[in-house]
């Protein structure tokens, strides 16, 4: 039982990406999970928690589908242009809440728009369990299977030791000016990052993993949202 109050955050949702591995007529943020939207549920995972202090949505500059949702006039929510990568999406985020007067030594969630299923328990455990922590650190799994490492031919080169391997997931959660520095320096410095815990990482710090649940998936392929709209119950085309 995690006795120390939950702290106040910040989130950040990158959503301006185009979905190229989905194959589908939209990014795959704005398809449809039952009643709503992929991205509605996402901020729904955030909007209303008692310790948010404010949110912010990356969309894309020529982005028409975010008018048409229910929540595009929601005070409670800010809008950035995205970037062309996620992380100049994030950076752009984290660049507006500076600007909203955040203050450096506010928490951050960052949290993929495609993470839909993100339960309320997982955020408050990452809350709870990284309150105190001197770096933030991430939702992650550890491996499940077996991993292989794979030769430019396809053929296995060697069987990883899953022991130490896990899967980063998000929320990732930082100090707001520490993320902010690492991640600006790191795109400088044109070192390739694809989360936000790497550019802690590059700037010598070393971020907690806080287990999480498997099902916090990142839709990314067609079969990621039908396995999603089976687990809710849905129908295929829902
Ligand atoms: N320039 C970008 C690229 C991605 N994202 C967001 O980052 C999250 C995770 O990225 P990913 O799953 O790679 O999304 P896409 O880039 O859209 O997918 P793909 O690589 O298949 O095009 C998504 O919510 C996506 O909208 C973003 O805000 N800005
Ligand atoms: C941030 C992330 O979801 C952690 O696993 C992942 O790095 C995003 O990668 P993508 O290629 O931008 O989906």
Not at 73 to 96: F, K, M, Q, T, Y
Not at 217 to 224: H, N, Q, Y
Request: hydrophobic share 40%; aromatic share 6%; glycine share 10%.
């Amino acid at each position: 039982m995690n006795l120390i109050p939950l702290p106040e955050f910040w989130a950040v949702i990158p959503a301006a990406g185009v979905g190229a591995r989905m194959r589908a007529d939209r990014p795959k943020q704005y398809l449809r999970l039952g009643e709503r939207t992929v991205l509605e549920h996402t901020l729904g995972c955030f909007l209303g928690h008692p310790t948010l202090k404010g949110l912010v949505v990356c969309l894309a500059e020529d982005d028409p589908w975010w008018p048409g949702l229910a929540c595009a006039g929601d005070p409670r929510i800010a809008r950035v242009a995205g970037g062309c990568e996620r992380a100049d999406s994030v950076l752009n985020g984290l660049l507006h809440l500076l600007e909203l007067g955040a203050d450096e030594h506010d928490w951050v969630l960052v949290h993929d728009a495609a993470r839909p299923n993100l339960s309320r328990e997982d955020l408050d455990l990452l809350l709870g369990e990284l309150a105190e922590d001197p770096v933030g650190g991430l939702l992650a799994v550890p491996a499940r299977d077996t991993l292989k490492r794979v030769g430019k031919d396809g053929r296995v080169r060697e069987t990883v030791d899953r022991s130490v391997i896990w899967q980063a997931y998000t929320p990732q959660m930082f100090r707001l000016g520490a993320l902010h520095r690492s991640l600006a320096d790191a795109r400088v410095s044109r070192v390739a990052i694809t989360d936000e815990a790497s550019a802690l990482e590059w700037a010598g710090q070393a971020p907690r993993l806080v287990e999480g649940r498997a099902d916090n998936l990142k839709i990314t392929r067609p079969e990621d949202l039908e396995w999603l709209r089976q687990r809710w119950g849905l129908g295929s085309g829902d």
